[in-house]
């Protein structure tokens, strides 16, 4: 029996331990760690900040830590208005266990919460407002309050290096607070180029800024005042700059938050991008040219017109983009009778702005009906502008054979004929004897003996050759910057003449003579179209044989 009572004993002996452990434990899932048991406390801040308080800290931290979760108030969930994403990871770490609590803190230490998980549970608690108040007056709240984050800036979407930093942020005691979650950085970055209308966008908008610019190869100040003073900036060359920009937030009864920031950054410094027009004025039908100048980035140019379906397309032309832009027949009826205007808009990097082009009625508008007999209508209807599907049919063609970028022309332009006798010009009213209709001329159309020779407007390369049943045999020409020639009706090729041939102005392709949407005078084919399109849009040639394509450099 005796024997019997030790065994009991000594096992009872032994489980004392562990259930002095477990039972610690047990107590410890509601409150998890005390004083006495406390080796420290590790924090990660919603900013990333890390602290570590050794349980008996000079500053009380451990304690206070502890006391927020030793004073709490149990509830059933959070309100949507609380962001559980952002909070202090707070680790309770002893001799047998780590313990870790979200802390979701406001800057209302009525509004202060904890989130503890364990297992699958998780449980939410209100921390008391006095508890929660010792910790927003301590220097290591400073991710709780939006003040406290420096502001960011960024140039072009380039975020700039902050060089010196004097920023305070308001606590819930009122008091104003330095602030340390920022990073100095000690190499100023190249933001590449820039515009001198550049704008400066802040996370949070200062009350003042003043810039400073210096030439960095001779320490020159181009500029030195408000930011809103850059745009009046006057430089027509561009240099390499170093941008100092110096904003202040004032302190305010409403404000969380003031301090002054200087930000540094290099970066190469372009006269403000513009951009004008050839002629104040042209007529339906013709072509008109936008140059522009100081394009930091032609990927980044935005150029619109409502009124008019074509998109403009700019070209490098030396210091100048270049963009051929075609007027169409019958504009007018749309435009206001008063006011005839198209109204172009363009953003490039920071420069914004819109022009205006005024639109007369055509002076030589042909009225003359001519009967042309025609049977071609196997590949296409007979239209006003078969342009447009002519472009799409070669289209591919053009593009393996050139970008357009290549500016080919050179001195003046010639009618591309021989032959003497023109039929139709562009622009004339046109009725065919087998079709329903009246249509529009959008070429040249010139009658001729087979001899007579068809030659290049101008120079530029071969960028088809090849025929259809509309057109017969045809030729087209690129001449830069999105101008094509086109020559139909070729009853025979030059011998010899090949695509990616560079032509000079007056070289022969052919001959008149070919089949496709022509005459026939005395039992033979005796008519040829030449016409010139900005891509698949056609313009009169005209003004081109008297003017030239006009352009202006400014």
Request: a negative charge; proline letters at 3%.
């Amino acid at each position: 029996m005796k024997k019997k009572y030790i065994v009991i004993f000594s096992l009872l002996f032994l489980l004392i331990p562990t259930y002095i452990v477990l039972s610690f434990i047990i107590r410890g899932s509601e409150t998890p760690v005390n004083f006495r048991s406390l080796k420290r406390v590790e924090v990660i801040s919603p900013n990333g900040s890390d602290f570590v308080f050794e349980a008996n800290d000079s500053e009380g931290m451990s304690q206070l830590l502890l006391n927020m979760v030793m004073d709490k108030t149990g509830v059933d969930f959070l309100k949507d208005s609380i962001n559980q994403e952002r909070y202090y990871k707070v680790n309770f770490v002893t001799d047998l266990y780590n313990t870790e609590y979200h802390f979701i803190l406001t800057p209302d230490p009525t509004a202060c919460f904890i989130k503890y998980k364990e297992g699958v549970k998780t449980s939410f608690y209100k921390i008391s407002e006095n508890a929660a108040k010792a910790f927003l007056s301590t220097k290591y709240s400073e991710g709780v309050y939006e003040g406290s984050h420096v502001p960011v800036l960024t140039i072009g979407g380039e975020e700039i290096p902050k060089v010196s930093v004097d920023w305070k942020y308001k606590l819930v005691s009122g008091e104003m607070k330095s602030a340390t979650e920022y990073l100095l950085d000690d190499e100023v970055v190249n933001i590449g180029a820039i515009a001198t209308d550049f704008n400066c966008v802040f996370s949070r908008d200062p009350d003042n800024i003043d810039v400073r610019i210096f030439r960095q190869d001779t320490g020159e100040t181009l500029y030195y005042g408000s930011l809103g003073g850059i745009k009046k900036m006057s430089t027509s060359q561009n240099h390499v700059v170093r941008i100092e920009i110096y904003a202040h937030w004032n302190e305010g009864l409403t404000k969380d938050c003031m301090g002054d920031i200087t930000y540094v950054a290099y970066a190469k410094l372009h006269a403000p991008a513009y951009f004008y027009l050839s002629e104040p004025q042209v007529q339906e039908g013709e072509l008109v040219v936008i140059s522009a100048k100081n394009i930091l980035d032609v990927s980044n140019l935005e150029f619109t017109c409502d009124q008019l379906e074509f998109k403009p397309k700019f070209f490098k032309d030396g210091e100048y983009y270049r963009a051929y832009v075609p007027i169409p027949l019958g504009i007018l009826s749309e435009l206001d009778e008063d006011n005839p205007k198209v109204t172009f808009k363009y953003k490039s990097d920071d420069s914004v702005g819109s022009f205006d082009l005024l639109i007369l009625e055509r002076s030589d508008n042909a009225k003359t009906v001519y009967n042309i007999e025609q049977t071609v209508f196997k590949e296409m209807s007979v239209v006003s502008n078969p342009y447009p599907q002519l472009y799409k049919m070669i289209e591919n063609s053009l593009n393996n054979n050139t970008n357009f970028a290549e500016n080919y022309l050179s001195g003046k332009f010639f009618t591309g004929f021989s032959g003497t006798a023109t039929r139709t010009v562009y622009g004339t009213h046109i009725k065919y004897s087998s079709v329903t209709g009246m249509f529009r001329g959008y070429d040249t159309h010139y009658v001729g003996a087979s001899t007579s020779g068809i030659t290049t407007i101008n120079s530029g390369k071969i960028v088809y050759k090849g025929e259809f049943d509309y057109t017969g045999g045809l030729v087209v020409v690129d001449h830069g910057f999105g101008l094509l020639s086109w020559y139909w009706n070729l009853g025979k090729f030059a011998d010899g003449l090949k695509v990616g041939d560079i032509v000079d102005s007056g070289t022969l392709l052919g001959y008149n003579g070919g089949g496709g949407l022509t005459e026939t005078i005395g039992g033979r084919k005796a008519s040829v179209h030449i016409a010139v399109t900005v891509f698949d849009q056609p313009i009169d040639i005209s003004p081109l044989l008297k003017e030239g394509i006009i352009i202006t450099d400014k």
